[in-house]
């Protein structure tokens, strides 16, 4: 069995903060993890000016843009963007409620990993609540296409990512990633691997607003000759695959609750994961709603309802 089947719901035992720059807006940003009641889910509240509060629930309906990140909201005014690093590790550590405070228009981006925001919870500690937990069951296949891309999920006894890249790079080329997901599977194999990203789109992305917070601290960087320029190099030979599949974690929690099944992609990415998780969530016979091993009544469709997006671009968070 692949990730922990806990009976209740859980959140943090105490708030904590973190303070960093975010990736694409190049401003610092703030923002507090705070407990939440049981059946609340993760909500993100940005702080606008004069104390006006813009409030997302973190499920697929509410995402946006999913071009270089994942975006909670359509107006860059009142949105969050780059949600999926926190996100994963809120749903790698089997966080059930949360209220995300956010002064920011993004999640900061740290180390451009999880292991920040791991970090974090573990601070805070993790308490159990008196409701059950729901688990969202995958009863049969489900897959979509988009030219040579793919992605699809099928049954299985536990929660299991198979992730599969292909660049047309030779520094990273066809790498892949699988196994059963567990906390201390995602802390030590996945949780430290950064987002990445080519020289030669620097430029092209900083003349549309984009990434002017990304440096050799956050980002992996590939140069025009196919090397890493960060001089500490990689943290695991296959960090690309690894940061690939510790985004489609992030993506998958927007599901509203831990999916019992297998997932996976070839040649993926924040679009792909969001149109999968739509293609599921449309389909009312190819999942079932549980409380642990229990089978319960199917939760409101539009509450788990994901949401086409725009198109995947290279340089992802």
Same mark, same amino acid.
């Given at each position: 069995?692949g990730i922990e089947?806990?009976?209740?719901?859980?959140? *943090?035992?105490?708030?904590?903060?973190?303070?960093?720059?975010? #990736?694409?807006?190049?401003?610092?940003? $703030? *923002?507090?993890?705070?407990?939440?009641?049981?059946?609340?889910?993760?909500?993100?509240?940005?702080?606008?000016?004069?104390?006006?509060?813009?409030?997302?629930?973190? #499920?697929?309906?509410?995402?946006?843009? %999913?071009?270089?990140? %994942?975006?909670?909201?359509?107006?860059?005014?009142?949105?969050?963007?780059?949600?999926?690093?926190?996100?994963?590790?809120?749903?790698?550590?089997?966080?059930?409620?949360?209220?995300?405070?956010?002064?920011?228009?993004?999640?900061?981006?740290?180390?451009?990993?999880?292991? @920040? !925001?791991?970090?974090?919870?573990?601070?805070?500690?993790?308490?159990?609540?008196p409701e059950k937990?729901?688990? *969202?069951?995958? =009863?049969?296949?489900?897959?979509?296409?988009?030219?040579?891309?793919?992605?699809?999920?099928?049954?299985?006894?536990?929660?299991?990512?198979?992730?599969?890249?292909?660049?047309?790079?030779?520094?990273?080329?066809?790498?892949?990633?699988?196994?059963?997901?567990?906390?201390?599977?995602?802390?030590?194999?996945?949780?430290?691997?950064?987002?990445?990203? !080519?020289?030669?789109? &620097?430029?092209?992305?900083?003349?549309?607003?984009?990434?002017?917070?990304?440096? =050799?601290?956050?980002?992996? &960087?590939?140069?025009?000759?196919?090397?890493?320029?960060?001089?500490?190099?990689?943290?695991?030979?296959? $960090?690309?695959?690894?940061?690939?599949?510790?985004?489609? #974690?992030?993506? =998958?929690?927007?599901?509203?609750?831990?999916?019992?099944?297998?997932?996976?992609?070839?040649?993926?990415?924040?679009?792909?994961?969001?149109?999968?998780?739509?293609?599921?969530?449309?389909?009312?016979?190819?999942?079932?709603?549980?409380?642990?091993?229990?089978?319960?009544?199917? %939760?409101?469709?539009?509450?788990?309802?994901?949401?086409?997006?725009?198109? !995947?671009? @290279?340089?992802?968070?």
């Amino acid at each position: 069995m692949g990730i922990e089947l806990l009976g209740f719901q859980t959140t *943090i035992a105490n708030p904590i903060t973190l303070k960093g720059i975010g #990736v694409h807006s190049g401003s610092e940003v $703030e *923002i507090t993890f705070h407990p939440a009641d049981a059946d609340a889910g993760i909500v993100f509240q940005r702080v606008l000016a004069g104390g006006r509060l813009s409030e997302f629930r973190a #499920v697929s309906s509410h995402v946006g843009n %999913t071009d270089l990140c %994942t975006v909670l909201g359509l107006s860059p005014s009142t949105s969050i963007a780059t949600i999926e690093h926190v996100m994963a590790a809120v749903y790698a550590l089997g966080l059930d409620n949360l209220l995300i405070e956010v002064h920011g228009a993004e999640m900061p981006i740290m180390d451009g990993s999880s292991a @920040p !925001f791991i970090e974090a919870i573990e601070q805070a500690g993790v308490h159990s609540l008196p409701e059950k937990r729901r688990y *969202i069951r995958i =009863l049969k296949p489900v897959r979509i296409e988009s030219g040579a891309s793919w992605s699809e999920f099928t049954p299985y006894d536990g929660m299991r990512f198979e992730v599969e890249i292909d660049f047309d790079c030779p520094l990273i080329g066809r790498q892949s990633w699988k196994g059963d997901m567990t906390p201390s599977v995602f802390k030590r194999e996945l949780s430290r691997a950064r987002t990445f990203g !080519f020289m030669r789109d &620097v430029e092209r992305l900083w003349a549309g607003g984009f990434a002017l917070g990304s440096s =050799l601290e956050n980002s992996v &960087v590939i140069s025009d000759d196919n090397t890493v320029i960060n001089v500490e190099g990689l943290r695991y030979t296959d $960090e690309f695959v690894r940061h690939k599949t510790l985004d489609a #974690v992030g993506d =998958l929690s927007l599901a509203g609750a831990p999916f019992l099944g297998c997932y996976r992609s070839y040649r993926g990415g924040h679009r792909m994961n969001a149109n999968a998780l739509k293609a599921l969530l449309s389909d009312p016979t190819a999942y079932e709603v549980v409380e642990t091993a229990t089978p319960r009544q199917r %939760t409101r469709p539009r509450d788990m309802v994901a949401v086409a997006a725009p198109g !995947f671009a @290279p340089w992802s968070a």
